[in-house]
Nanobody, 124 residues
Framework: QVQLVESGGGSAQAGESLRLSCAASGSTPSDYWIGWFRKSVGGDREAVATIDTRGNIRNTPSLKDRFTISRDNQKNTVDLQMNNLTPEDTAMYYC??????????????????WGKGTLVNISS
């Protein structure tokens, strides 16, 4: 099993930045893709970005200019740098782990383990 804990959420003003972090532990986190998803109130769960230990990345095209995913394989952490935030970015953000056998997983059902989420609230 892989345990995932998100941190770094909070409140910010439009135009500001936040950095989320996902700490992975348990059975060999390096065997997994770590992805970020988000879900707003009344919205569907949306994939944001995912990364493997080799640096292969898949981004949601509409967010890739503002959101950057990175991974520290030594620390088993995956960060999501979010810049120029807007109220539309308000959501619960989750990190999740998918087996490395999958290629560029971007569907929630491809992920086996999930964190509890961290709330991001952006005001105008």
């Amino acid at each position: 099993q892989v345990q995932l804990v998100e941190s770094g959420g909070g409140s910010a003003q439009a135009g500001e930045s936040l950095r989320l972090s996902c700490a992975a532990s348990g059975s060999t986190p390096s065997d997994y893709w770590i992805g970020w998803f988000r879900k707003s109130v009344g919205g569907d769960r949306e994939a944001v970005a995912t990364i493997d230990t080799r640096g292969n990345i898949r981004n949601t095209p509409s967010l890739k200019d503002r959101f950057t995913i990175s991974r520290d394989n030594q620390k088993n952490t995956v960060d999501l740098q979010m810049n120029n935030l807007t109220p539309e970015d308000t959501a619960m953000y989750y990190c999740a782990a998918a087996p490395r056998s999958k290629w560029l997983p971007f569907r929630a059902d491809q992920y086996d383990y999930w964190g509890k989420g961290t709330l991001v609230n952006i005001s105008s």
